[in-house]
């Protein structure tokens, strides 16, 4: 007995000890928990949905950068412009957070999305150049045949309120597959659609994972209900992503042996797949085909997620605000007139008011809510604030786009904010980052956005269902209700914005 008591009182001892070493006295601010657990108790049994409303808690109360910690981490948000641009600026600063990333690993692997140091700098070059302008141009033809398809879909409707979650997703889904990956999607195909239905699952495991602390050990996770779903679903992503690699290599050997195989058009070469299969060969060294894996499961998954946010968003804002929607119809009408051809790049360039739309859109409801950078030194955010390294900062964009001291009536959807000429703080815009480790994709995002709604716009006047929406904070923004719209042909008829003034 005394034996066993001394054990006790030994490892109490060693606890308290930990736990003594983990508490520093907080440099910022901010909302206070348990030892070592910090906030993580405080989370338990709260939804997704529960989470926004909770951060603007926190601002509220705490100011524009405020701390907390959790398990053992030390975190500091940020929520204004200037605090943001010293971490996002940052060109040594530059590894994402520890729990918020790893998770992502499961999926992901080492891919560009949580790859740091020299592998990110290195793959970060070396796939750089699969977004040139040219590349893109050669993707708008095959966004907007898919848009048709959608826009189809919609009218199919005749009318009625319309769901339009599953559509938009598919809509994206299919798009990030044809474009990137080089291969239509079959959306008959039983495992196609059962792809898509995992990534969802995925998704939503990984949220259920990040607010139970005790799901973040690996072997908790993987033994849990939801654990056992997650990984389900990841083998069937993984074993399509395999597939997927598999036969495009197939027709990428056969073209680059002078083969005349009818599947692989020389335009069809442009596929982001192709790209990686060439730098294989041009840089073994420092890509190998497991590089190729690791990017292809990034971009299938990340690819199609934030697109699908914005997407909903779009249709939300457009079916709610009439007097946007008439502009923007104005605005292909002056382009196209009844022309209904599939936009070209040059096109796309016009779209002037389009794009105002669209940013104003990503401004509100940015696609992902939250991104955090795990400090390797010191950051100085002004003379009177330096972090010390290893805290993780942790940048909130939905607020950042809210700020009062940058954005009048912050609340308010105003695609005028981004006239021309209308000169904003460069970070007070962030919905792809910014600085090295902005979204590498954010070309592909505007011009994939931009060529979908302009068909749909064309084609379609959206009318409202849904009028008010909550959000839900997952990895990416979304909404907790339906939107619902209902999608009405246009009468073919051009109406000029000079009738309109009269």
């Known amino acids: 007995m005394p034996i066993t008591w001394g054990l006790v009182c030994a490892l109490l001892i060693i606890v308290f000890c930990f736990l003594v070493k983990c508490w520093k006295p907080p440099i910022l601010p901010g909302p206070r928990g348990f030892p070592y657990f910090g906030i993580a108790i405080r989370l338990v049994g709260i939804a997704s949905k529960d989470i926004l409303p909770l ?54 692997n080492d891919g560009l999305i949580v790859s740091k140091g020299d592998k990110w700098r290195t793959n970060r070059r070396l796939l750089t150049p699969s977004f040139h302008n040219k590349i893109l141009k050669s993707s708008v033809e095959t966004v907007g045949r898919n848009a048709e398809e959608f826009v189809s879909q919609l009218l199919a409707f005749d009318g009625k309120p319309i769901d339009i979650e599953d559509i938009t997703y598919l809509l994206a889904f299919k798009i990030i597959c044809e474009t990137a990956m080089g291969f239509k999607l079959n959306t008959e195909d039983k495992q ?8 969802k699952i995925c998704h939503d495991s990984l949220v259920h994972r990040y607010l139970r602390f005790w799901l973040f050990p690996d072997f908790i996770f993987r033994r849990s209900d939801v654990g056992k779903q997650f990984f389900k679903s990841a083998d069937l992503i993984q074993d399509v992503a395999e597939q997927v690699i598999k036969n495009r290599k197939e027709l990428f050997i056969a073209e680059k042996n002078g083969s005349k195989n009818k599947d692989l058009k020389k335009k069809e070469r442009n596929a982001f797949l192709d790209n990686l299969f060439e730098l294989v060969d041009l840089n073994p060294a420092l890509f190998t085909e497991s590089n190729i894996r690791e990017e292809v499961d990034t971009f299938m998954i990340a690819g199609h997620n934030p697109s699908t946010s914005s997407l909903k968003f779009l249709h939300f804002l457009l079916a709610n605000h009439p007097d ?52 390797d030194e010191d950051l100085i955010i002004d003379e009177k604030t330096t972090i010390p390294a290893g805290y993780t900062v942790a940048v909130f964009p939905y607020a ?7 954005w009048s009536n912050p609340e308010e959807f105003i695609p005028e904010r981004f006239a021309p000429g209308i000169e904003i703080h460069p970070f007070s815009f962030i919905p792809f980052s910014a600085g090295p480790r902005n979204c590498i994709g954010q070309k592909y995002a505007m011009m994939e956005l931009k060529t979908i709604m302009s068909i749909v716009v064309r084609q379609c006047l959206l009318e409202p269902v849904t009028t008010s929406i909550s959000l839900d904070y997952g990895i990416t923004l979304n909404a907790v209700e339906p939107i619902i719209v209902k999608a009405i042909p246009r009468n073919g008829t051009r109406r000029m914005i000079s009738e309109m003034n009269s």
Request: aromatic share 14%.
């Open 400 to 406: 950042v786009h809210r700020s009062k001291k940058h």
């Open 324 to 375: 946007v929607q008439e502009k923007v119809y104005d605005e292909q009408m002056h382009i196209f007139g009844d022309d209904k051809r599939t936009p070209t790049s040059q096109d796309l360039q016009k779209m002037t008011y389009l794009e105002m739309v669209i940013k104003e859109s990503l401004r509100l409801y940015p696609s992902v809510p939250m991104y955090s950078r795990l400090l």
């Open 192 to 199: 196609q659609n059962e792809f898509v239905k995992a990534s």
């Open 55 to 108: 951060m603007i808690k926190w601002c509220n109360e705490y100011g524009t950068i405020f701390e907390f910690k959790m398990l053992g981490a030390k975190y500091v948000f940020l929520t204004e412009p200037e605090l943001v641009k010293p971490i996002l600026s940052s060109s040594t600063n530059i590894t994402k957070g520890h729990f918020e990333y790893s998770f992502l690993k499961l999926m992901f």
